[in-house]
T-cell receptor, first 117, second 110 residues
Framework: SAVISQKPSRDICQRGTSLTIQCQVD?????MFWYRQQPGQSLTLIAT?????????ESGFVIDKFPISRPNLTFSTLTVSNMSPEDSSIYLC??????????????FGQGTRLTVV | LAKTTQPISMDSYEGQEVNITCSHN???????ITWYQQFPSQGPRFIIQ???TKVTNEVASLFIPADRKSSTLSLPRVSLSDTAVYYC???????????FGSGTKLNVKP
């Protein structure tokens, strides 16, 4: 299994500012994923981050708002830019699991609880 | 990607068996069915995954009929600590780019 550490675990930010969330994995992984979970809601995939290439964003999410870095196989960051209260959510990092040619599960971090005031 | 439909919530009592059914009518040939559990303030945790028939592990069983258009997660003898949201996901087993549905909020009562 993979152990994922996210920083910060929570933060309260002023609208118009930006926050960078870090995700550290204890093993090398090819793909990392960023999700958003709004209060009382399910998880929504934001983007897929592969090392050495630009992140792939899902419909409704753009790079200018959620820039992602993936400098190596164990680390990624997600920035929430120019924040508004609507960005208040839990942001989760996820990595692929399993071995061989087929991955059997995904591992998730504890999440970063963001409140924008 | 195949969309999933689950009951929004379920109630149960300690010691009972709980069965949560998920519909995925548009499942593709190479799609696997995976279930996750999420407690408040935690990330989702993998429970079980299957392709067809029945899969069992130390925490749950997964029943998948021949047409694979639905699946049932079975939790034997639930306890209060099983109170959580359970998500059914369907996707290509080659990577874990999962699209979460609404999930089922299970409330286990004493």
């Amino acid at each position: 299994s993979a152990v994922i550490s996210q920083k910060p675990s929570r933060d309260i930010c002023q609208r118009g500012t930006s926050l960078t969330i870090q995700c550290q994995v204890d093993s090398q992984v090819t793909m990392m994923f960023w999700y958003r979970q709004q209060p009382g809601q399910s998880l929504t995939l934001i983007a897929t981050a592969n090392q050495g290439s630009e992140a792939t964003y899902e419909s409704g999410f753009v790079i200018d708002k959620f820039p992602i870095s993936r400098p190596n196989l164990t680390f990624s960051t997600l920035t929430v830019s120019n924040m508004s209260p609507e960005d208040s959510s839990i942001y989760l990092c996820s990595v692929e699991g399993g071995t061989g040619g087929r991955n059997t599960e995904a591992f998730f971090g504890q999440g970063t609880r963001l409140t924008v005031v | 990607l195949a969309k999933t439909t689950q009951p929004i919530s379920m109630d149960s009592y300690e010691g009972q068996e709980v069965n949560i059914t998920c519909s995925h009518n548009n499942i593709a040939t190479n799609d696997y069915i995976t279930w996750y559990q999420q407690f408040p303030s935690q990330g989702p945790r993998f429970i079980i995954q299957g392709y067809k028939t029945k899969v069992t592990n130390e925490v749950a069983s997964l029943f998948i009929p021949a047409d694979r258009k639905s699946s049932t997660l079975s939790l034997p003898r639930v306890s209060l600590s099983d109170t959580a949201v359970y998500y059914c996901l369907v996707g290509d087993g080659n990577f874990n780019k999962f699209y979460f549905g609404s999930g089922t909020k299970l409330n286990v009562k004493p």
